[in-house]
């Protein structure tokens, strides 16, 4: 019987967490790039990058995503896959949004597919224009959509994209669990929304704050691929900041093998995922 490979995606930043909630989490580009390495050191095959500003705060500035993917690719030995937000900044643009895209060509980037509140903070728009001209962008930039689901309503959007030609088939989902304004980190809904994807699909999920580990030990057992990072958790463990990234990948790499699964390689995960 041929072994499981699991792909694990690190999230190191996101566009909320700073320093006064963990000072683990990497800021700037050089933070970032160094970070990124080591978590591949440990098992992620697959990066992905939010940006912060000089303040801190989430930015779509491509000048930012071109000096952390340029410091990343200069680690030579370094073949992680390279994932790119399109969010993380609410004041961004439809064009601001889709620039470093173009200029850069990652492997894979993010694909919010629809809009929603988020409880803390405001509107997430991604609204039907948007995600046309996202969709038109990847495909002609090279970039593999990374379909992201908050809720089910954006599975049913990624049907219709899919069926007018601004997704193909097949396609990557990451369920996010957890999300304030979205589901909730429970495993009826990581089976709910699992079912809803199209046959033929590969797919990843995670949990936010205390589903985390529950998400990512129910995925492994599903067949499912891991995101971990501190875009999404923290913490460590109740009361217990993370210490880096690392440790959160290494713990990830550590279920995936106690499952009976191997940890996907780079080059591994291009396979599975069609890059």
């Known amino acids: 019987m041929s072994i499981k490979k699991t792909i694990i995606t690190v999230a190191p930043t996101g566009a909320w967490p700073k ?44 000048a930012k995503f071109r000096e952390t993917v340029n410091l990343i690719r200069a680690y030579e030995d370094c073949d992680i896959i ?15 949004r889709q620039a470093h895209l173009k ?28 995600l046309e001209e996202l969709g038109t962008t990847m495909q002609e930039s ?68 205390n589903g985390h580990v529950p998400i990512m030990l129910t995925t492994v057992a599903m067949g499912g691929h891991l995101r971990v990072g501190m875009e999404d958790n923290v913490y460590y463990a109740a009361g217990q900041l993370a210490e880096s990234n690392t440790q959160l990948v290494t713990r990830a790499a550590d279920i995936v093998r106690i499952a009976g699964n191997k940890v996907a390689t780079p080059a591994e995960a291009r396979e599975i995922l069609g890059l």
């Open 19 to 62: 320093k006064e909630n963990n000072p683990n989490i990497p800021m700037t580009p050089k933070e970032i790039a160094e970070d990124v390495y080591a978590c591949w050191k440990a098992g992620a095959a697959i990066c992905h990058l939010h940006m912060r500003d000089d303040e801190g705060n989430g930015t779509m500035d491509t």
């Open 82 to 96: 390279i994932n790119c937000t399109t969010s993380g900044d609410l004041n961004a643009t439809d064009e601001t």
């Open 103 to 130: 200029e850069l060509r990652p492997e894979m980037a993010s694909y919010d597919c629809g809009s929603m509140n988020w409880m803390h903070s405001g509107l997430f728009i991604n609204h039907p224009k948007f």
């Open 142 to 209: 090279g970039v593999k959509p990374e379909i992201e689901i908050f809720d089910a309503g954006m599975i049913y959007n990624s049907l219709y994209y899919l069926k007018k030609g601004f997704l193909k088939a097949p396609c990557h989902y990451q369920l996010v669990l957890g999300a304030a304004g979205g589901s909730t980190a429970t495993i009826e809904n990581l089976v709910y929304l699992k079912g809803l994807i199209p046959e033929g699909s590969t797919w990843g999920a995670l949990g936010i704050g």
